[in-house]
């Protein structure tokens, strides 16, 4: 591939993109509408099938200084605290959790030419122009490109000028997420995620940070079903004390978490879930989607930058091995679409087993502890078919 490629979003696909295309020694040209670089998030799950393209792309080192280690998960009652199920994960790799800021900038800095990155540059429209693409910015003049990927996240324009009435509905959820200095009083909760769930409502928490190389958080997670129709959109203040009371629980460890939430400087944001539909095909000639431009999804399986960072990796090896641009991103498609629509309607389906009720409620807490207890691996079992994924294989 002689070509440079035009990126739009430097968000963790956009730059895991950047990355994996510099290491094959293809030009690239990286657009954020941010006016510099802002590593922003909370925690972020990081799975053994991440782990394996962050490792391909030399980041070994890197991932584990800044990583929590977890090596299991606990899922708990929100009405009494009771364990509903626990166990050990058994993959070969690393499943890891730290602050998604810290992996943003992860991959930021492993870029060795950060003059291929350009910031403040709003991408306001495109349309192709003989062989080439024109594109229209807010900030400064036209450019041209010969292939765009848009890794331009779930408002993405590129997406809509594909499918202009392409809507997404609000799901029912609202969602908060706050994070914490780790305390000594927190330490039940190293090495594992655990997970409290009720009528309802469910809560996720566990440390972010190495506590040998760098400051250890701990990353909480509150999901409670909300009619109200919420903006969709991270960065909503919430306030701290009524979502503490909304999430009111039979668990003293919980609510010390809580009771430091609402005392603690750090804020607290709400943000609406939404459903997003599978789109019929993700390229059209020279351009294409990746990450949640292509795929957003409930995050419910903690795998929305996962799939997006599987798609760079996987995106930039066929831009590599494809003289044919457009040929490159149909291979691309046809290679990660059926997976990542696959991991949509799952993120879906756990929603509603998160946050049932009644004898829904009785029967999943049976099946758990009946599993748990008799043939706990099962329930690695399964989620093999994500962690497993080896991208080395899948071209």
Known sequence: MQEEITIIGAGIGGLTLACALEKKGIGFQLYEQADSFEALGYGIQVSPNVVRVLWE?????????????????????????????????????????????????LLFNAIQDKHRIHFAQRLQSYEKKGSQLSLDWQNSQPTTAKALVAADGVHSLVRRSLFPQYQAQYAGYAAYRAILPFQDRYSSLWGKATVWMGNNHHVVVYPNGNQRNSTSWLNLVLVVKDRNWNEQGWMIPAPKKAVAQAFVNQSEELNVILEDMVASAEPCFKWGLFIHQPLPYWSQGQVTLLGDAAHPMLPFQAQGAAMAIEDAYILAEYLANEKDIEKAFIKYQRTRIKRATKVQQVSRNNADIFHASGAKAAIRNFALDLVSRIAPNLLNQKTAWIYNYDIKTSC
């Open 57 to 105: 792309l030399g980041l070994q080192k890197q991932l584990e200084i800044i990583s929590h280690r977890c090596l299991g998960f606990e899922l708990r009652s929100f009405k009494s605290d009771k364990t509903l199920a626990k166990w050990q994960l058994d993959n070969e790799l690393p499943y890891y959790q730290c602050r998604r800021a810290d992996l943003h900038s």
